[in-house]
């Protein structure tokens, strides 16, 4: 069954650091999203993206946040400057009929 | 916006028994409701969904309700199993196109005891 593929697992930075999350979308699905979650907290959308454009954020997504799609395949979450409350879990997901979620990158930030 | 409201937050049933968990939503223009299931380490998967032009779905052991009238929809897990124990998420969106976001519920935490 197509999954959508997230890198890393696990990252742990710096505070101040910036960290870029990486998503492999199923191939054939068109839109994307970012959501996170904070631990014990509920999923919370971030951004979506379509035809190489946000489509909708959230305001969570601040200027702390951009997103792009560098190649036909990858689809990536970029924060600058992390701060400690963005450690989270961060799921990518794509649509095509429903949406698929990835297994996540848990983001630690020290 | 939409908000999405989830009960129980722990819920605990012997093997065999049935679970239910219970949502409400805010927004009467909400028109989609999926259901997630999500384990340990992994992202959340889709269990099931219903749209608004149906009042109850069902795949095998589990099923969905919805009464828009009263913004409810619930989930029904029947004769439960260990391999069921996981964390449940309701959601909602209003999508004025399929592929809106969805805005999730708190999630149940349930756990099936062998």
């Known amino acids: 069954e197509p999954e959508v593929t997230q890198t890393p697992s696990h990252q742990v930075t710096q505070m101040g650091q910036e960290v870029i999350l990486r998503c492999v979308p199923i191939?054939?699905?068109?839109?994307f999203y970012w959501y996170r979650q904070i631990l014990g907290q509920k999923v919370e959308f971030l951004v979506s993206?379509?035809?190489?454009?946000?489509?909708?954020k959230s305001e969570i997504f601040d200027d702390q946040f951009s997103v792009e799609r560098p190649d036909g395949s990858n689809f990536t979450l970029k924060i600058r400057s992390t701060k400690l409350e963005d450690s989270a879990m961060y799921f990518c997901?794509?649509?095509?009929?429903?949406?698929?979620f990835g297994s996540g990158t848990r983001l630690t930030v020290v | 916006g939409e908000n999405v409201e989830q009960h129980p937050s722990t819920l605990s049933v012997q093997e065999g028994d049935s679970a239910v968990i219970k949502c409400t939503y805010s927004?009467?223009?909400?028109?989609?409701f999926p259901w997630y299931k999500q384990e340990l380490g992994k992202g959340p998967q889709l269990i099931i969904d219903?749209?608004?032009?149906?009042g109850e779905k069902k795949d095998q052991r589990i099923a969905v309700t919805l009464n828009k009238t009263a913004k409810h929809f619930s989930l029904h897990i029947t004769e439960t199993q260990p391999e069921d124990s996981a964390v449940y998420f309701c959601?909602?969106?209003?999508?004025?196109?399929?592929?809106?976001?969805?805005?999730f519920g708190p999630g149940t935490s349930l756990s099936v005891i062998p």
């Open positions: 997901a794509s649509f095509a009929g429903g949406y698929t």
């Open positions: 191939s054939n699905h068109l839109y």
């Open positions: 993206f379509y035809n190489n454009e946000i489509s909708e």
């Open positions: 927004d009467s223009a909400s028109n989609y």
């Open positions: 219903i749209r608004s032009n149906v």
């Open positions: 959601a909602a969106s209003w999508a004025k196109t399929s592929y809106d976001k969805v805005i």
